[in-house]
């Protein structure tokens, strides 16, 4: 079976083919790190999380190139996001880079985000950039005034190919002021001179000055994954101008196509609005992370499809933590039945194997279908409740339950990172700690009987029923199941 991903290039789905087999060269534009993540971060990042920890499933060797940029990214007034952020925090303009860029790993590693193989920073690659913008000079693209480099737009035909974007339409609807110094309106800065007192400057053929926000992504991939490379992602709030400047500049200094595939992830919304910090619904990933668990927080995401739009409500995240909590529940299940299984009886088990490797296909169809996690997901979840079924039914034996404890493992766990590892039987050891508490609860409650202290046999009954575990008293004597709601 073959992968596909839809191409935002060619706005059609197509078969993935990495450049060497088996290798896939994937660069994804980091954040900038001036302030805590929000959850359109987290959409973003856990989002290609999941197509990372997919193709390592499938057995393909990954490189994942995600930047960080502390420099060069200025907001609408002309100051950089960074000396904006040690403007308000009172520190040195990278203090607030390291606060921030251990905040955003921390967040990432709550989320159960796998780091990145290389995060580069722009700040460290300002030789790479300088040559970058030499190449784009000396093949004409580029072109200095006092002291800052502008790359002139008109002399890249495809500009504007990936956003569907045409120079002179931009132009037309264009209403800020622009500096006089350009040749063209839409020139973007790829050097940008320094005053006097700014504090980040490097010295560059043009004088001393910073990089442009762009050309960090195209010196730097270009440096770690090559001229040409399989995957670009990001989010498509940064489909212009972030993305389309990257292409221009690095096939204006390749002359060769920049990827093979663009995939952008959709954008958050809270409460059907977009986020931003002035309508004052902007959420971080530490504030989600006070009210819901990880797991919730990775079902929302996958929840939809990962180039869709997401709706962050009170009303999704509830939804979402039941869904986490079902998931888990019914893996948790999974481990604790095992410790009590019997063999069973061999046509039984194959019929219910039969049952755990459709839910397998279904969940590999839905990955392999341009990464639709919410399908996949749905998999997980109608296993589940068959699985309740056949546990509550008695058929659930051994082999059974070790296929569906691989399936949550691997499935839920190492691809879609929503089953936590104590819910599985090979993780921690919660499964076994809770079933041995169970089995030694009921001991105490058979002593009790023998001594004829009903009262306290029934009280350990009922406090057992209270966490979901019921006691069946049988000719055998005495085993429990866990309820599956
Ligand atoms: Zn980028």
Request: charged share 25%; glycine share 8%; proline share 5%.
């Amino acid at each position: 079976m073959s992968q596909t991903i839809y191409n935002v290039l060619s706005r059609e789905k197509e078969v993935f083919k990495p450049i060497n087999e088996g290798r896939v060269m994937m660069y994804v534009c980091g954040p900038t790190v001036y302030d805590n993540s929000h959850l359109g971060h987290a959409k973003t990042y856990v989002s290609f999380d999941v197509v990372v920890r997919w193709f390592r499933y499938n057995g393909l060797k990954v490189r994942y190139v995600q930047n960080i940029t502390d420099v060069g990214h200025l907001l609408d007034d002309g100051e950089d996001r960074i000396l904006k952020g040690a403007r308000r925090e009172k520190v040195e303009p990278m203090e607030i880079v390291e606060r921030y860029m251990r905040a955003y790993f921390e967040d990432m590693d709550a989320l159960g985000v796998v780091r990145p193989d290389i995060s580069p920073r722009a700040s460290a690659h300002v030789p790479e950039q300088i040559e970058m913008i030499q190449e784009l000079i000396a093949k004409g693209h580029a072109y200095e005034v006092d002291g800052s480099v502008y790359y002139s737009v008109e002399s890249f035909k495809e500009y504007g190919k990936l956003s569907g974007r045409h120079v002179e339409e931009m132009e037309a609807g264009r209403r800020v002021a622009v500096r006089d110094e350009k040749h063209h309106p839409m020139d973007f800065a790829l050097w940008i001179k320094a005053p006097p007192n700014h504090v980040l400057q490097w010295p560059s053929p043009w004088g001393r000055g910073y990089p442009g926000w762009h050309i960090e992504c195209s010196a730097m991939s270009n440096k770690y994954l090559g001229p040409t490379f399989d995957i670009h992602g990001g989010g498509v709030d940064n489909i212009f101008p972030h993305n389309e400047c990257e292409i221009a500049q690095s096939e204006g200094a390749h002359e060769q196509p920049f990827t093979n595939t663009w995939m952008l992830t959709g954008t958050l919304l809270v409460d059907g609005v977009k986020m931003s910090k002035s309508l004052g619904n902007f959420i971080t990933i530490k504030d989600a992370l006070k009210q819901y668990r990880p797991e919730a927080l990775r079902v929302f995401i996958l929840s939809g499809l990962y180039r869709s739009p997401a709706d962050y409500s009170t009303s999704a995240l509830d939804a979402a933590t039941k869904g986490a909590e079902r998931i888990n529940t019914a893996a948790r299940r999974v481990r604790v039945e095992l410790k009590n299984a019997r063999p069973g009886d061999e046509a039984n088990n194959g019929r219910l194997i039969d049952l755990l490797d459709q839910y397998r296909m279904r969940f590999t169809s839905a990955m392999n279908d341009d990464f639709n996690a919410p399908l996949a997901l749905s998999a997980l979840f109608d296993m589940g409740k068959d699985l309740n079924t056949a546990i509550d039914e008695g058929t659930a034996s051994q082999p059974v339950l070790e296929q569906a404890d691989a399936v949550y493992r691997e499935l839920g766990g190492q691809v879609l990172g929503v089953v936590q590892p104590e819910s599985q039987a090979s993780g921690g050891g919660s499964a076994e700690r809770e079933a041995g508490l169970i089995q030694m609860l009921i001991d105490m409650r058979l002593e009790a009987r023998k001594a004829k202290d009903y009262a306290r046999a029934d009280s350990i009954r009922s406090q057992l029923m209270k966490f979901g575990v019921i006691l069946e008293d049988g000719p055998k004597g005495t085993t429990f199941r866990i309820s599956s709601n």
